[in-house]
């Protein structure tokens, strides 16, 4: 039987520890990783060369996305989980792509605890409202 406190503190800790792979995924999107390797498989070497990033620093970066089923690792060579097109690239019908640059706009302006903190001792309802959704304002 699963203790209840020690699931409570993992599940809290994993939404404190959020941030990284929502920091993770704009990084791969700012550096277009995801319409990179397309619909292609590419080892770290190639994709670092690709990209122009650090060989190093690009594998832990792929195996941390891979981590988190944002890309696929078979012998070696990283591939995306989905078709680029659907989501990531800006050209798609489907893309998240404008979404994704909303939430960053959203993060600039009011995410920060620093922020959020300003916001609540002024009483700025609005920006609280946007960036929690709730349709109090």
């Known amino acids: 039987m699963t203790d209840i406190k020690e699931d409570g503190f993992n599940t809290f800790l994993n939404l404190v520890r959020g941030h990284k792979i929502t920091s993770a995924i704009l990084a791969a999107i700012d550096i277009k990783l995801f319409t990179t390797i397309g619909n292609n498989k590419f ?25 988190f089923n944002l890309l696929k690792k078979v012998d070696g060579l990283y591939s995306n989980i989905f078709k680029d ?8 019908d489907y893309s998240i792509y404008p979404l ?32 929690f959704n ?3 304002s």
């Open 43 to 67: 080892s770290a070497k190639n994709l670092a060369e690709k990209l122009r990033t650090d060989l190093h620093a690009t594998e832990v970066f792929l195996n941390f996305l891979t981590g």
């Open 100 to 131: 994704i640059e909303y939430e960053r706009m959203l993060k600039d302006f009011v995410i920060s605890p620093k922020n959020i903190v300003h916001r609540l001792k002024k009483g700025d309802m609005v920006s609280l409202d946007v960036f």
């Open 85 to 92: 097109e659907e989501y990531i690239s800006e050209c798609s």
């Open 134 to 136: 709730t349709g109090f």
